[in-house]
Every structure is written in C-alpha cells, then in structure tokens.
C-alpha cells in the first residue's frame, strides 16, 4: 500500500468581510483548522468507480490533515494500483494532455470537486476561531432627546475554505 498527499492551501475569511476578502491561511490559522478535522472522517466513501472512475476497492481511504500551513490528503493507493508518472510528482506547472486521462488525474479532479461542493461545502460553514471587537455607537434617547455613547462586544467568525477561484494543488508526494 502507498500514501499519494495531496497539498494545497486553505482561504481564511470572516463573516463580516465575506469570502472575497479573505486571505491565504497562516501555520496558526492551519493549526485552528486541524482541530476542526474529524480525523475519523474517509472521504473514500463517497467514491464510486462508475461515476469517478476508481472506488474504495483502488483508493481504500482519503484522509485529511494538517502539515503546517497546508491541507493534506492523505490518499492510500491499493496494491497493483498506478499512478501516471507526472501527476505523481504534480506541480502547478504540470500540464497533461487532453487524452491523458488517468487514475491520479480523476482523484485530483474528484478532490477538487469534494473541496468545493461535497466535504469543503460542509466544513467552510463551521467557523474555525472567533475574534471580539468592541463596537462604539450612539443614539438618541427618544424620551429626553439626549445623544448617549455606548458600546458593545461584537463577535467575528473566522471560517475556512479548501476550495476558491484560484484553487490549486501545490505540490503531491508519492510514499511509499
């Protein structure tokens, strides 16, 4: 059995900016979001070799963790299962043929599609960390008709996205 990882980084946002704001996650946020991984969790499951071209039978597990500032998958390879040479040693400057459709090429594609819509949809709604910023207003008091100062504790959600526009695998390493 090999282990194909996967890396790529994670957008960090928060609910007051909104995701178009937000920034490319540090080793700190990184480590928020390790705590937040169910490390039980296979995305393996949600394979199916007639939709995806491989299935729990050529990829008995995908799991996810943290290595400093990135994601990982870590995907288990089957015994007898190969993968394309360029895509084994995937960077962002690879570039394969149009015809060139294979096993790695299918789990870098289905990965992709799990951090935007399957799994990554369900965890970027869980907020990672919290922040709290104190609020000044005022208002007039209706009664007297005096302006009063105030203020409040306002609490910032941070979230973690695994999917965004320019979203890329920036590097994958074959163990052995």
């Given at each position: 059995?090999?282990?194909?990882?996967?890396?790529?980084?994670?957008?960090?946002?928060?609910?007051q900016?909104?995701?178009?704001?937000?920034?490319?996650?540090?080793?700190?946020?990184?480590?928020?979001?390790?705590?937040?991984?169910?490390?039980?969790?296979?995305?393996?499951?949600?394979?199916?070799?007639?939709?995806?071209?491989?299935?729990?039978?050529?990829?008995?597990?995908?799991?996810?963790?943290?290595?400093?500032?990135?994601?990982v998958?870590?995907?288990?390879?089957?015994?007898?299962?190969?993968?394309?040479d360029?895509?084994?040693?995937?960077?962002?400057?690879?570039?394969?043929?149009?015809?060139?459709t294979?096993?790695?090429?299918?789990?870098?594609?289905?990965?992709?599609?799990?951090?935007?819509?399957?799994?990554?949809?369900?965890?970027?709604?869980?907020?990672?960390?919290?922040?709290?910023?104190?609020?000044?207003?005022?208002?007039?008091?209706?009664?007297?008709?005096?302006?009063?100062?105030?203020?409040?504790?306002?609490?910032?959600?941070?979230?973690?996205?695994?999917?965004?526009?320019?979203?890329?695998?920036?590097?994958?390493?074959?163990?052995?």
């Open positions: 059995m090999k282990t194909w990882k996967l890396y790529s980084r994670m957008k960090i946002w928060n609910d900016t909104g995701m178009s704001y937000g920034y490319t996650a540090s080793k700190s946020d990184m480590e928020n979001v390790a705590e937040h991984l169910d490390d039980t969790e296979d995305l393996s499951q949600y394979t199916s070799k007639s939709y995806d071209g491989f299935d729990k039978s050529m990829i008995p597990s995908i799991k996810l963790s943290v290595e400093g500032e990135f994601l998958a870590n995907i288990q390879i089957a015994d007898g299962v190969s993968l394309s360029k895509v084994t040693q995937y960077t962002r400057s690879v570039s394969l043929k149009p015809n060139e294979t096993l790695g090429v299918a789990i870098i594609d289905w990965l992709s599609g799990q951090y935007s819509d399957g799994w990554g949809e369900g965890f970027e709604q869980r907020a990672i960390s919290t922040d709290y910023e104190t609020q000044d207003c005022s208002y007039e008091d209706e009664e007297t008709g005096e302006w009063i100062e105030d203020s409040y504790d306002e609490t910032i959600y941070y979230f973690a996205s695994a999917w965004y526009p320019d979203f890329k695998f920036e590097k994958a390493i074959l163990v052995a």
